[in-house]
């Protein structure tokens, strides 16, 4: 059975430094999503991609964080430079359109 | 602005009792309602979506738009059911979910 694919599974790094996520989603779904879950809390949207194009940002931290889809299928989502505040799972998701979401197994992210 | 309310962070209920999980929701337009469960160690994943009205591991949930609620119910709690549950509204203009805040269910043998 196809499932999303996400790289790391789990990430330490100190503040100031830069880091990557990797997401690999089901075969023909067009669109993409990066969600943040702090612990404690339900998944938040960062960004949502349709193809290629970013759909929404609204509440990604365009100051540090940035998410690509070159080619419209795996994508990248990177934090520079990483902050305290930035400990936190990172969920991708994709869907072919429909609201129901796959999800993929996420990244931990500690930042010391 | 949309806002979706799960007002328990734990629920603990015994095998074979009924289980409600409460959802309330914040939704100027049309709303949309899922339920996703996340099982110890495995993916976030869709447990059932309103608009189908069906009953998934003997999950329902009804829309009440009056209340504007989604609780999710089942009869008789089982052992496996123990999870994590969200609550989450499909935004139908941006075509993507508002998750609540999650409830852990424990159900106890």
């Known amino acids: 059975e196809a499932e999303v694919a996400q790289s790391p599974r789990y990430k330490i790094t100190e503040k100031s430094q830069a880091v990557a996520f990797w997401c690999d989603p089901i075969s023909g779904h067009a669109t993409l999503y990066w969600y943040r879950q702090i612990l404690g809390q339900g998944p938040e949207l960062l960004v949502q991609f349709q193809d290629e194009s970013v759909v929404d940002d609204s509440q990604l931290p365009k100051d540090r964080f940035s998410a690509e889809r070159l080619k419209g299928v795996d994508s990248t989502l990177k934090i520079q430079p990483a902050e305290l505040g930035d400990s936190a799972m990172y969920l991708c998701?994709?869907?072919?359109?429909?609201?129901?979401?796959?999800f993929g197994p996420g990244t931990r992210l500690t930042v010391l | 602005a949309q806002r979706v309310t799960q007002p328990e962070k734990l629920l603990s209920v015994f095998k074979g009792a009924p289980v409600e999980l409460k959802c309330n929701y914040s939704?100027?337009?049309?709303?949309?309602l899922f339920w996703y469960v996340q099982y110890s160690r495995q993916r976030l994943q869709l447990l059932l979506r309103h608009i189908s009205r069906e009953s998934i591991k003997g999950f329902t949930a009804d829309l009440n738009k009056g209340e504007t609620s989604f609780h999710l119910k089942k009869p008789f709690a089982q052992e496996e059911d123990s999870a994590m549950y969200y609550c989450a509204l499909h935004r139908t203009g941006a075509n993507n979910l508002f998750f609540g805040t999650g409830t852990r269910l424990t159900v106890i043998p």
């Open positions: 998701a994709s869907s072919i359109g429909t609201p129901e979401q796959f």
């Open positions: 939704y100027s337009g049309s709303p949309e």
